[in-house]
Each structure stands twice: as C-alpha cells, then as structure tokens.
C-alpha cells in the first residue's frame, strides 16, 4: 500500500500545530496558576501572626453586619 506524502504531510502539520496550541495553552495556565500561588504565599503568609490566633472572633451578629457592610455598602 502506498502511502500518500501529501496527505500525510497535512495531518503531520497539523498535529504539530494543535500540540503547538496546547502546549502554549498548558503553559499560559501553570504560569496564571503560578502566579496566583506567589501571591497568595506573599501576601497571605504576612497575615499569620499572633494577633490572629488570639483575637476574639465577632458575635454572629456583628458578623452578619460585617458582611452586609463588604457586600452591599450598607
């Protein structure tokens, strides 16, 4: 059976190019992924201090208040 260079050579390419895209896509991810990690570890790790483990917690109402305050300006 003979095979056919060109069509071979067209299904080559482009398998070449969808690995191409996916490996750029996979690469674009982990570097997002990465990123978010590096700040999450520098900004993150700043707020454990003692403070944070002592600290009284607010009463389930003042919590409530808190949140509607973030959320909704109130």
Excluded: E
């Amino acid at each position: 059976m003979k095979m056919n260079q060109q069509l071979y050579l067209k299904r080559r390419i482009t398998s070449l190019l969808g690995l191409a895209f996916s490996m750029t896509a996979m690469a674009i991810g982990l570097a997002v992924l990465l990123w978010i990690l590096y700040v999450l570890f520098s900004n993150g790790l700043s707020a454990l201090d003692g403070h944070l483990l002592t600290s009284d917690s607010l009463p389930p109402v003042q919590k409530a208040v808190a949140c509607a305050t973030r959320l909704w300006g109130v």
